[in-house]
T-cell receptor, first 116, second 115 residues
């Protein structure tokens, strides 16, 4: 299993540009989430999904859209990038791995985004 | 709303010694999970240890153990025989049993292990 994958690893945007951060998991997990991590802060939840076709807002959803058309994919869209969205973005999925602890969240490697 | 507090922004320990990282949380729920994640300079979030609130026995994973005090809402992480590779940010996190995918994180403790 590749686990949770994210692309790109690093991206530079200009204010006002749009982009999509990709996230995929191959563990057949129902639950997927997007977090952002800023200096001096822990991870904060942006949006999450409890299954294909179902999404909900987290703590900091403004400026971001998500959709979940398949179990595997959970893209995060920035509609009009702002400097305040400069951050590191983590995608995660939650479920049970064979031989692993139940109901644990597994994280992708992160995407570093710089908005100028 | 649930909150997670890590009161030690930075800590240091000598190699081979023991260190304890503190975490407190606030919730009115009774059925939940608590986690410690490690984030080395590579930025990857790595699960260290997991505790289910209904279990009274403290979780252990090799050199890592927790002291879970449910009444006090405290969840500290003890690292024994500290190694240089333990140098990292450590995050405490809380999740309600019915809110899978929705973890609430503390702000983290930066741990440095000195040779």
């Amino acid at each position: 299993n590749a686990g949770v994958t994210q692309t790109p690893k690093f991206q530079v945007l200009k204010t006002g540009q749009s982009m999509t951060l990709q996230c995929a998991q191959d563990m057949n997990h129902e639950y997927m989430s997007w977090y952002r991590q800023d200096p001096g802060m822990g991870l904060r939840l942006i949006h999450y999904s409890v299954g294909a076709g179902i999404t909900d807002q987290g703590e900091v959803p403004n400026g971001y859209n998500v959709s979940r058309s398949t179990t595997e994919d959970f893209p995060l869209r920035l509609l009009s990038a702002a400097p305040s969205q400069t951050s590191v973005y983590f995608c995660a999925s939650m479920g049970t791995l064979v031989g692993g602890p139940q109901e644990t969240q597994y994280f992708g490697p992160g995407t570093r985004l710089l908005v100028l | 709303a649930q909150t997670v507090t890590q009161s030690q922004p930075e800590m240091s320990v000598q190699e081979a010694e023991t260190v304890t990282l503190s975490c407190t949380y606030d919730t009115s729920e009774s059925n939940y999970y608590l986690f410690w994640y490690k984030q080395p300079p590579s930025r990857q979030m790595i699960l260290v240890i997991r505790q289910e609130a209904y279990k009274q026995q403290n979780a252990t994973e090799n050199r890592f153990s927790v002291n879970f005090q449910k009444a006090a809402k405290s969840f500290s992480l003890k690292i024994s025989d500290s190694q240089l590779g333990d140098t990292a940010m450590y995050f405490c996190a809380f999740m309600n049993r019915g809110s899978q995918g929705n973890l609430i994180f503390g702000k983290g403790t930066k741990l440095s292990v000195k040779p």
